[in-house]
Structures are given as structure tokens and as C-alpha cells.
């Protein structure tokens, strides 16, 4: 080796070196670095589909051969406020992501405060494993062994059977039940760990002021968990808000938005991203609420 390609090896080295001290020194530097192709990636993927999705929401089509026309217009939102089916589907949409919220913050409480304060330290684990465990399984697996419960002659009719009842079959209900069911682990996670995070020595403290349990329940418990409710919240409401293969395999004819939004995306593609954007706009005032709770925090 030459004295020249020694000296550019030490050269090479040291400024190595001088580069990894300043990014050591500056750690905002450091992480600046390391986010910035993550975020580039997510602004060119998400928020410019975003964009284009809601640019293409003034477009037109022909009526006569379903082509999209590029000229502006704002049609399509004005037929989204003036048709009363579209107003319909629009409000069932935002109450069965609502109900469905609810039930899965109703069925969750009880089964987290199990795992978190009444479980034995060394079955909590394995329980809240178990409890997760749906979501290892296929999303469609879920659904159609839910469609095979809730069908005719099914395992919900042969439960029921004996008591003179029969099961909800297709259609709304069938579809609250199963989404409740598909997303009811994300409202677990994070009230087990509020509910394990909760010291214990508050519950004592109630006990011994005189507090029966649905006194501290309403005045420590869940003013503690609000904002881990709240997370898990925006976990179900979007998701239930946004689905339509679980309306399409067992809800019968109900008909959702993201039922619409699939169905106009052949002859009506301005119309169906005009629809797109309603849940967008729906989370997106959601999660400006949720932030009051501090539920972003919990995340």
C-alpha cells in the first residue's frame, strides 16, 4: 500500500469518526435522520393518495359510457347532503362504528380487570395471550366462521333452540356481533394495561372511606381508564367505520359506506371517492376528540 491510499484511508477514518461524534452529540440530529425516510415514504403514500383521492372526489362522470370527465365540480358532495339514501348509509355507517365501540368497551372491562387485578401473576400472561389470540387468525377465516354460526340450522340456532329462540341470521345485527368479535383485542390491550398500571393502594383507600364498588368504580377506577377507553376506541370506531367485506359476507342487505364506496368504484369512481372521504373526515373529527381525553397519549 502506497503512502498516498494510506494517508486517504486515515482521512476516511477520521471523518468517520468526526460524522458518529456529531450525530453522538446530537441525538435530534440523529433521530431526524432516522425518521426522515419513514416519513417521506408515508407523505408520498398516504397523504398524497389522500390527496388524490379527494382532488378526484370533484371529477365527473360520463352517464353514458362511466368514463371519468376531469372537470371540477362539486356535485358529488352536493348529492352526498341532498340524497336521502346516501344520508342514511352515511348515519347507520357512524352508528354501528358508535355501537360497536360500545360493546367492545362493555365486554373488555370485565374480562381486562380479570387478567390485570384478579388473575394470579403467573396465569395473567397466558390470559392475555389467549384473549389476543384471534388476531393471529386470517381476517376472512374470522367472518365466514361467524357466517357458518349465525346461517340457518347454524351452531347460534342450535344453542338457542331450547329456549324457543332462534339466531339473528344476516343482516345488522348479525354484523354488530361480528365486528364487536373481530376487533373486541384492541379494546382489551389497553385497559389491561391501564387497569395493571392502576395502584392498588387507591382501591384500599376507598375501601376504607366507606366506598362501595360501584362508588370507586365511577370515582377512581374509571376516571383513570377514560383515556385508555378512549384509545382503544379510536382502534374499534375506525376500524368498524371503514369495513365492508364483514357487512358484505353477513349482513344481509345492509348496505354500509364502505359497502357504497365499493359498489360505485366501477361506474361512478368520482362518486365513490367523494364517499371515501366521509370516513376520513368522520376520524379525523374522532380523533380531535379523543385527544381532549388524552387518549393519543395512551397509544
Known amino acids: 500500500m502506497t503512502v498516498t491510499e494510506q494517508a486517504a484511508g486515515r482521512s476516511s477514518r ?3 469518526r468526526r460524522l458518529a461524534g456529531m450525530l ?3 441525538p435530534r440530529l440523529r433521530l431526524s435522520l432516522l425518521l426522515t425516510a419513514p416519513l417521506l415514504w408515508l407523505a408520498v403514500l398516504y397523504l398524497g393518495s389522500l390527496t388524490v383521492l ?3 372526489a370533484f371529477w365527473t362522470t360520463n352517464s353514458f359510457t362511466s368514463e371519468v370527465v376531469k372537470v371540477w365540480s362539486a356535485d358529488n358532495f352536493h348529492a352526498l347532503l341532498t340524497t336521502p339514501v346516501f344520508r342514511q348509509v352515511i348515519l347507520r355507517s357512524i352508528g354501528v362504528a358508535l355501537a360497536v365501540t360500545a360493546l367492545c368497551a362493555v365486554i373488555a372491562f370485565p374480562l381486562a380487570f380479570f387478567t390485570a387485578r384478579v388473575a394470579r401473576p403467573r396465569w395473567r400472561p397466558l390470559l392475555v395471550v389467549a384473549l389476543l389470540t384471534p388476531l393471529w387468525a386470517s381476517y376472512l377465516v374470522k367472518v365466514y366462521a361467524w357466517r357458518l354460526i349465525l346461517s340457518q340450522g ?3 340456532d342450535w344453542m338457542l333452540k331450547p329456549f324457543g329462540l332462534s339466531g339473528p341470521g344476516f343482516g345488522l345485527p348479525a354484523a354488530l356481533l361480528t365486528l364487536t368479535y373481530l376487533w373486541l383485542p384492541y379494546m382489551i390491550l389497553p385497559l389491561h394495561t391501564a387497569l395493571e398500571r392502576l395502584p392498588a ?3 384500599d383507600a376507598s375501601a376504607d372511606l366507606g366506598a362501595r364498588p ?3 368504580f365511577r370515582s377512581v377506577v374509571l376516571p383513570m381508564v377514560l383515556p385508555s377507553v378512549a384509545a382503544g376506541s379510536i382502534f374499534t370506531f375506525s376500524l368498524s367505520l371503514g369495513d365492508y367485506i364483514t357487512v358484505q359476507i353477513v349482513g344481509g342487505k345492509t348496505q354500509l359506506i364502505g359497502n357504497l364506496v365499493y359498489s360505485h368504484i366501477e361506474l361512478n369512481l368520482p362518486m365513490a371517492a367523494a364517499l371515501g372521504t366521509v370516513p376520513v373526515v368522520v376520524i379525523v373529527l374522532y380523533l380531535l376528540a379523543m385527544r381532549r381525553t ?3 397519549s395512551s397509544i
Request: net charge positive; proline share 0%; charged share 15%.
Open 14 to 16: 477520521g471523518t468517520v
Open 24 to 26: 453522538y452529540r446530537r
Open 54 to 56: 379527494f382532488l378526484s
Open 154 to 156: 347454524g351452531l347460534a
Open 201 to 203: 393502594n387507591l382501591l
Open 214 to 216: 360501584g362508588r370507586t
Open 294 to 296: 388524552g387518549a393519543l
